[in-house]
């Protein structure tokens, strides 16, 4: 993960870092955190999860228990760490189900997971449960050739809990590692899509009730704060597991990382950065937070 933030990230933060810096050389006061305000709310972090940072830091100051720079510099590691809601545990899941809006990056990150697992050697197959468009059918069908993954596909038009259906049989009866539905792009506003998302997951459960299944939500990362909203109506009908960031590689600001963390309350699993099969990494919250202070 290191290799992959010092290369691809480090713009992500850069300026942010960089001025936190030349704070983190003087003692601290309440100018500092103002000046930690302003920055991370430039980086997009949003205002609730700054002000419960910033409260912390200033109740911290208060106590007297941060008087030099480098005090603040951990402190400010610490709470942006516990912002990021925990370590997600990928450990034993065996049935992925990625959901989002439109061109959020649902199948391109399909099937970079694919590849993903098939390098631990894993036995994996997708259902192409966006039966809406052809060309998404395709579209997965190229990552399955890429991949040398088996796909179960059903009609157009067909009700994609049936394709779920096919898929979960195969699943049992071939005896595969890792099962990837890619569902098609929905807005969080349409009740009757959610509703059917809702019920996907439902198929999935009752065919496969033993099985470990996560939700896992693409958000394009360049959608800044109107992705929380997005993230919170997702949650409410088909309860998430991780959340998978992704066009990383086409924003500045990443602070959305842990706004949508903390106001959620769901791990960031993997971040995307950009459209070749490699282009995907597990997310560590210290390792992250540790790189962003690195200079
Ligand atoms: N730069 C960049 N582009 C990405 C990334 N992930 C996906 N894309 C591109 O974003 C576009 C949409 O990606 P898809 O994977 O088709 O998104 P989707 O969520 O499946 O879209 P729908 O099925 O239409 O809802 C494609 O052109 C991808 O190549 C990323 O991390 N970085
Ligand atoms: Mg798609």
Known sequence: MLTFLTNNLKKLYSSLSSKLHALFATKPDEQTL?????????????????????????????????????????????????????????????????????????????????????????????????????????????????????????????????????GCQAYKDEQYDILIIDTAGRLQTKANLMAELAKMSRIVEKQLPHATIHRLLTIDAMLGQNSLQQARLFHESTNLHGIILTKIDGTGKGGIIFSIAHELGIPIAYLSCGEKIDDLVSFDPTAFVDTLFQS
Do not use: C
């Open 34 to 166: 103002k000046k930690i305000e302003t920055l991370l709310l430039e980086a997009d972090t949003g205002i609730t999860t700054t002000t419960t940072i910033i409260e912390k830091l200033s109740q911290a100051i208060s106590k007297n228990d941060l008087t030099e720079g480098h005090q603040i510099k951990t402190a400010l590691q610490e709470q942006l760490v516990a912002r990021l809601a925990g370590t997600y545990n990928p450990n034993g899941v065996q049935v992925y189900m990625l959901v989002g809006i439109n061109g959020s990056g649902k199948t391109t990150t399909a099937g970079k997971l694919a590849h993903l697992f098939k390098k631990q050697g894993k036995k994996v197959l997708f259902v192409a449960a966006d039966t809406f468009r052809a060309a998404a059918v395709e579209q997965l069908k190229q990552w399955a050739n890429v991949t040398q993954t088996p796909l179960i596909m059903g009609k157009p038009g067909q009700d994609p809990s049936s394709v779920i259906f096919q």
